[in-house]
């Protein structure tokens, strides 16, 4: 898994036109961690849809210590107050303009919750 992180932070170095010895930004490494989060995630999701468990659990390791690289995401009731303050900000009544207030609480937010969090509370705003 190590090793697979510290591969994705050189590809992101060198992505970005710097040397592989360079330091990688905090927030650029939180980034690469959560694509790689997210990639493992949708494995798993695939491996149990084919039938294997054997893979998926590998993934599933895997995923764990990801996790545990990455700050605490923000609690929902969190996300609900800050969602709530943007609704009324942009004056959003109308579940046609959803997408603007998830991209504004995303952007509120600068990457501290996690997006499908986010979906999910702004959603339930609307309900």
Do not use: C, H, W
Not at 52 to 64: G, N, V
Not at 98 to 107: E, F, S
């Amino acid at each position: 898994v190590m090793r697979g992180i510290s591969s994705a932070f050189t590809n992101e170095l060198v992505a970005k036109g710097q040397k592989p010895q360079d330091e990688l930004a905090d927030d650029a490494g939180i980034a690469v961690i959560k694509r790689l989060v997210k990639q493992r995630k949708d494995s798993i999701e695939q491996f149990t849809k084919g039938g294997r468990e054997d893979l998926a659990a590998d993934e599933k390791t895997e995923l764990a210590v990801l996790e545990t690289l990455l700050p605490a995401s923000m609690p929902k009731e969190e996300i609900k107050k800050v969602a709530e303050a943007k609704k009324a900000e942009l004056g959003i009544t109308d579940k046609a303009k959803l997408g603007m207030l998830i991209g504004a609480v995303n952007k509120e937010l600068k990457g501290a919750a996690d997006g499908g969090d986010i979906k999910e509370v702004v959603e339930s705003l609307f309900a």
